[in-house]
């Protein structure tokens, strides 16, 4: 901290410039800063001057340096005053607050002298550590008033699980607040894109759903389509045993060799033994019965298709036993 001695022995800051015994006038304080921000308006960063915004401001320029050290500082505060318009009135749910939150700061954001002077002042304080430090103070600190009292309520509400510990609770704050400024401010000054109700609800939704809640693609879910798809390869499996069955029947009635040399009284154990004697199955040894299982009654279909095989095999029969017995 600089200090010089006033003639009456007391010190003064000549960086805040506190004057001992003589309190700062609100009024001017404010003249000053809505000055600054008229300034900042019509002549942009590098043409604004202190000795301009005193002249505005209808103050000695030796009013303005016992404030401020100079324009940056100045400046910051300028903004700062301006985003202390932001408020959260309860909206009845976490994702509302947010939401309408979000839509005054882009709305803020919109107004020409801030949106100037936060560009102007970001931009400086990349090459001035002090400043950085004066913008974390006055403007960052000062609006996580915000996130704190909206997750007072989301967890009295029920919304949100309360932290562990403070340090916790700072932690996610910091958080909190860096996604939501953070989207805003690149939505609005480098996107140069309207925060409109839109766009406001759906970063809500990420902000409280996370990715999933706002990439979901309209119809089914997850579990839906995959049984859907579990439900299509049924329909297929049951098709191909429609199929099967069809080649079933077709082989009773068009290659069924075998059966031509069987009496109406043969069994299948029967057709086992001639399996026995030579004729048998594909894929099982000859002269071995192949294993018999139970299988389960055919669809429908399948009965009525091999009812007819099997009608027309009887036909075929008969009409060969005449030429058998005569010969």
Do not use: N
């Not at 974390?136 to 029920?158: M, N, P």
């Not at 499996?237 to 082989?251: C, E, I, K, N």
């Amino acid at each position: 901290m600089v200090a010089d001695m006033r003639s009456d022995g007391r010190s003064r800051d000549s960086r805040s410039g506190a004057r001992g015994g003589r309190p700062r006038s609100a009024e001017a304080d404010s003249a000053i800063l809505e000055a600054t921000r008229e300034a900042l308006g019509e002549l942009g960063w590098s043409k604004l001057t202190m000795g301009d915004v005193a002249a505005r401001a209808g103050v000695a320029k030796t009013t303005l340096y016992r404030r401020w050290a100079g324009k940056s500082e100045l400046v910051v505060d300028a903004v700062a005053v301006l985003f202390d318009e932001l408020e959260l009135p309860d909206r009845g749910s976490l994702s509302a607050d947010v939401t309408g939150v979000v839509l005054q700061f882009g709305a803020l954001l919109d107004r020409p002298e801030a949106k100037t002077s936060l560009m102007a002042v970001v931009a400086e304080s990349t090459r001035d550590r002090a400043l950085r430090g004066r913008i974390r103070d006055s403007i960052v600190a000062r609006q996580k008033r915000l996130v704190v009292l909206g997750r007072e309520r989301a967890q009295q509400r029920g919304e949100l699980p309360r932290e562990r510990d403070a340090a916790s609770a700072a932690r996610t704050a910091d958080l909190i607040f860096d996604v939501i400024a953070g989207a805003v401010v690149h939505r609005s000054l480098v996107s140069a894109e309207p925060v409109d109700e839109e766009w406001a609800r759906t970063l809500a939704a990420l902000l409280l759903g996370g990715l999933v809640a706002v990439s979901a693609p309209p119809g089914p879910a997850a579990g839906d389509a995959a049984d859907a798809a579990d439900g299509d390869a049924a329909d297929s499996a049951a098709a191909g045993d429609l199929t099967d069955g069809d080649a079933a029947a077709g082989d009773l009635t068009d290659g069924d060799t075998a059966a031509e040399d069987l009496t109406d009284g043969d069994t299948a154990d029967g057709a086992g033994a001639g399996a026995a004697d030579g004729v048998s199955a594909p894929g099982v040894p000859a002269g071995t019965r192949p294993p018999r299982s139970p299988a389960p009654p055919p669809p429908a279909a399948h009965r009525s298709r091999a009812a007819d095989a099997t009608g027309c095999r009887a036909a075929a029969r008969a009409t060969r036993r005449p030429d058998s017995s005569t010969g």
